[in-house]
């Protein structure tokens, strides 16, 4: 019904301004009149979505009045007068608690402004209600338009030639992630490339629940800073940047870096945006990913699309990125995305994703891992170490696996990681009869997630067919290359560059459990192929995929922002 009226609304606009325009050409309007009309229509039509705005936020304050009437009411029938009070509050304490869920419920599905609306007539009567309310206020903030940057400063302090100062969201020890581990080998690298880089957490990480509060760790000699470690630092993510800027503005006042380097999202870039610009120093935003992606991709969120959070996100990232001194990224297509969204091709640079040199020269100890879980030696092992989320579609290759056991090839599907797809791909497992046949043994740190890649006669990485999957490269197929692991992935755009167009893997139609199948086997019955496909995995890491060949990358593009000198 509230679509129909906006619906009503707009047409009603549309016509009266065609009528004015017919009206104008034909010479009864004058064209200062004709504008005059229109925009008139447009204060008009202003005004009804106020009144529309208002009038939802007035029935919401009409339904607070009856929860208190209704109070009332039940404690003088029950001639508990003095009893009144607490009856109340307790209607407008479960009124409030309900409208909390709508608004979560809202503002996941993109919703951002109704859910606000939902906790406004609860705001001055229920404390966790205004919080609530406060909190996406916040985080409205966060994800609109990019606050007006300060002007550009010429440099107030003389910078260390080298000196890198890295903006992340968390970090290693505490947090185990292709994030975080991505960050830790950039910045080793860097050092050996003879830069001298820095990294500064986002406020509150770790969390209070953790009890780590150390303003400064450091991790294999590199120096991680962290703001206001194990603090709530205000309500909602706005709040939060503030807290960043402040902080972090003092912190590169202190260390004087030559460039800033902002990893992914938006909230990092916005900080080091604001505190470049402050201190004179330029800023490189690197893009590991698309946010607003991600989000669409949880599985029954396809809705969530062109919703306003959804709008938002996309205008923020792509705000940040038009305004960063260079930009990088991990692949081709992440790269043309970024183009396509306003920023000069000169401007964007590519640093994939990585290995350590080392795994090209040393073996991590598969076996042992395989006898931990009792694999045999000759039983063959497909399976990935990863995220386990919807669009990783592995359930595409428990089907397969299913199909091997049909044809009488059983092999044993092993999936090392967590995530939310984790108790489904269980319990499908169960139900298509593989019992010990597929193990997810959870979670693990790097070096037991290299032995488990090490584990594997095949990697398969069979991602949905979704905008995230088209665009975003993952990590550990690139280490399952580099340890003579071949690669089986989904034909996808971002996965055909990774295998350097199924020379160095081989490539299926997503979501296809037999195309999947025929792939095992054909790999398992024909050694020249597999053998093609390991050369070609190691010589495309070995050329372009080192760390050390991106921390020559980073050198070069800092060289060009004036920061090695």
């Known amino acids: ?10 047409v009603v606009a549309l016509i009266g301004t065609c009528a004015i325009g017919v009206l104008f050409a034909m010479g009864v309007l004058s064209l200062l009149t004709a504008l005059q009309l229109v925009a008139l229509g447009a204060i008009g039509a202003g005004v009804s979505a106020v ?3 208002a009038r939802r936020v007035d029935r919401r304050v009409r339904d607070v009045h009856l929860s208190l009437v209704d109070g009332k009411r039940a404690a003088v029938e029950g001639g508990k007068e003095s009893g009144l009070r607490s009856g109340m509050e307790w209607r407008i304490s479960a009124r409030a608690h309900e409208a909390r869920e709508r608004a979560r419920s809202l503002y996941g599905e993109g919703r951002v402004q109704e859910a ?9 009567l229920d404390d966790p209600a205004d919080r609530a309310r406060r909190r996406l206020i916040g985080n409205r903030r966060a994800i609109g338009p990019l606050p007006e940057l300060p002007e550009r400063n010429s440099g107030e302090l003389p910078p260390v030639p080298g000196r890198v100062l890295h903006f992340v969201t968390n970090a290693l020890p505490n947090t185990q992630a292709g994030y975080t581990v991505r960050t830790h080998r950039i910045v080793l690298a860097q050092r050996d490339a003879g830069l001298d880089p820095h990294v500064v957490t986002f406020p509150g990480w770790p969390g209070p629940e953790e009890g780590d509060t150390e303003g400064r760790r450091d991790v294999d000699g590199i120096p991680y800073h962290r703001i206001r470690p194990g603090e709530r630092c205000g309500l909602g993510l706005q709040e939060r940047i503030e807290v960043a800027i402040t902080e972090g503005t003092a912190l590169a006042r202190l260390l004087r870096p030559a460039v800033l380097h902002a990893a992914s999202d938006h909230k990092n870039a916005t900080v080091a945006l604001h505190v470049g610009r402050a201190l004179g120093i330029p800023v490189v935003y690197e893009m590991r990913g698309f946010l607003e992606e991600t989000w669409l991709s949880h599985e029954g969120a396809t809705s969530r699309r062109g919703s ?3 709008r938002l996100l996309v205008e923020r990232e792509s705000s940040v990125l038009r305004a960063a001194d260079a930009v990088v990224t991990l692949a081709d297509t992440m790269r043309s995305e970024i183009i396509g969204r306003g920023v000069a091709p000169e401007r964007v640079v590519m640093a994939p994703n990585a290995v350590d040199e080392r795994l090209l020269r040393e073996q991590p100890d598969g076996a042992s891992f395989r006898e931990s879980f009792g694999i045999a030696e000759q039983e063959r092992v497909v399976g990935s170490v990863s995220s386990l989320t919807h669009y990783e579609g592995f359930e595409t290759l428990i089907e397969a696996a299913v199909l091997l056991r ?11 990681g967590d995530g939310p797809a984790r108790p489904d791909l269980l319990d499908l497992a169960e139900r298509r009869g593989l019992g010990g046949g597929c193990l997810l043994p959870g979670r693990v740190d790097p070096d037991e997630a290299l032995r488990a890649q090490a584990a594997l006669d095949v990697m398969v990485v069979p991602r949905i067919d979704a905008r995230v999957t088209r665009l975003v490269t993952p990590l550990k197929p690139v280490e399952a290359m580099a340890l003579g692991v071949p690669v089986i992935a989904s034909d996808l755009p971002a996965l055909r560059e990774l295998v350097d167009d199924g020379r160095a893997g081989t490539l299926i139609p997503p979501g296809d459990p ?6 095992i086997m054909s790999l ?5 192929l597999r053998e093609a496909c390991v050369r070609a995995g190691r010589e495309e890491v070995e050329s372009r995929r080192t760390w050390g060949h991106n921390a020559e990358v980073y050198r070069a593009l800092y060289a060009r922002l004036g920061a090695l000198s």
């Open 51 to 53: 009144m529309v705005w």
């Open 406 to 416: 049909d044809r009488g090839r059983e092999v044993r599907v092993l999936l090392v």
């Open 524 to 528: 398992d019955k024909d050694a020249e």
């Open 308 to 310: 306003e959070r959804h």
């Open 1 to 10: 019904m509230r679509k129909n009226k906006k619906i009503s609304v707009a």
């Open 514 to 519: 037999a195309a999947l199948a025929d792939a």
């Open 116 to 124: 606000v609306d939902e906790l406004v007539p609860y705001a001055a």
